[in-house]
T-cell receptor
Framework: GAVVSQHPSWVICKSGTSVKIECRSLDFQATTMFWYRQFPKQSLMLMATSNEGSKATYEQGVEKDKFLINHASLTLSTLTVTSAHPEDSSFYIC??????????FGEGSRLTVL | AQTVTQSQPEMSVQEAETVTLSCTYDTSESDYYLFWYKQPPSRQMILVIRQEAYKQQNATENRFSVNFQKAAKSFSLKISDSQLGDAAMYFCAYGNKLVFGAGTILRVKS
C-alpha cells in the first residue's frame, strides 16, 4: 500500500518557539493532504485541508496564524506550530488522498511544549 | 455538517468470540465512503474496512465485516473469531476528509 511518512515522530520544545512537522507521500502524489489533532483517549479532529499550490482550508475554530500549513509540492505538506505553548501539546497526524476513497495516514507526531 | 456517532465507549469480547461495534452517521449526501479504522497503542491509524455508499453489498475483509444500512444511516463493524491483536481503539469515519466518531475501545479477553 501507499506510504505516508511523518517527521519528527516526537518533538519537545520550549514555550514560545516554533515547530515544523513534515508529512511526505513517499510513493504517490497527493494533491490533498489533511492535518488532524488528537488529544489523549479522544478522537481525531480535522484541523485543515492542505492543497498543493494553494492556501490551506482551516476548520472552524482553528487558528490559521498559529498553525501554518504549506503544501509546496505534490509529495510534501508541512505544519508549523508557531509560538508554541503548553496547550498546543498534542498528537498531530497527517493523511494524504490517493484514489477516491483512499486515505493514507502518517505515523503521527507527538508534540510536547514545556 | 456530517456527524458520526459511536455510542459504545468501550466493549469487551472473549477471544475467538464475535463482537459488533456500532456506528451511526448523519449526512445529506447520497454518495460517500464510510470507514472503520483501528488505532493500536502505537497510534498508527490502520484501515480495517471501507464501504462505498452506492454499493448495497456489505464489505468484508477476512474476519471483519460491516452491516451497512443506508436508509438508517447505520454502519456497524462485526469482528469474528476475535484475537488478542484486535484489541485497540476503533474509529468509524465518514467521507473524504474523514469525520471521525468518538471511538470505541475494544478489549479482548483470553
Amino acid at each position: 500500500g501507499a506510504v505516508v511518512s511523518q517527521h519528527p515522530s516526537w518533538v519537545i520544545c520550549k514555550s514560545g518557539t516554533s515547530v515544523k512537522i513534515e508529512c511526505r507521500s513517499l510513493d504517490f502524489q497527493a494533491t490533498t493532504m489533511f492535518w488532524y489533532r488528537q488529544f489523549p483517549k479522544q478522537s481525531l479532529m480535522l484541523m485543515a485541508t492542505s492543497n498543493e499550490g494553494s492556501k490551506a482550508t482551516y476548520e472552524q475554530g482553528v487558528e490559521k496564524d498559529k498553525f501554518l500549513i504549506n503544501h509546496a509540492s505534490l509529495t510534501l505538506s508541512t505544519l508549523t506550530v508557531t509560538s508554541a505553548h503548553p496547550e498546543d501539546s498534542s498528537f498531530y497526524i497527517c493523511s494524504a488522498n490517493g484514489l477516491p476513497g483512499e486515505l493514507f495516514f502518517g505515523e503521527g507526531s507527538r508534540l510536547t511544549v514545556l | 455538517a456530517q456527524t458520526v456517532t459511536q455510542s459504545q465507549p468501550e466493549m469487551s469480547v472473549q477471544e475467538a468470540e464475535t463482537v459488533t461495534l456500532s456506528c451511526t452517521y448523519d449526512t445529506s449526501e447520497s454518495d460517500y465512503y464510510l470507514f472503520w479504522y483501528k488505532q493500536p497503542p502505537s497510534r498508527q491509524m490502520i484501515l480495517v474496512i471501507r464501504q462505498e455508499a452506492y454499493k448495497q453489498q456489505n464489505a468484508t475483509e477476512n474476519r471483519f465485516s460491516v452491516n451497512f444500512q443506508k436508509a438508517a444511516k447505520s454502519f456497524s463493524l462485526k469482528i469474528s473469531d476475535s484475537q488478542l491483536g484486535d484489541a485497540a481503539m476503533y474509529f468509524c469515519a465518514y467521507g473524504n476528509k474523514l469525520v471521525f466518531g468518538a471511538g470505541t475501545i475494544l478489549r479482548v479477553k483470553s
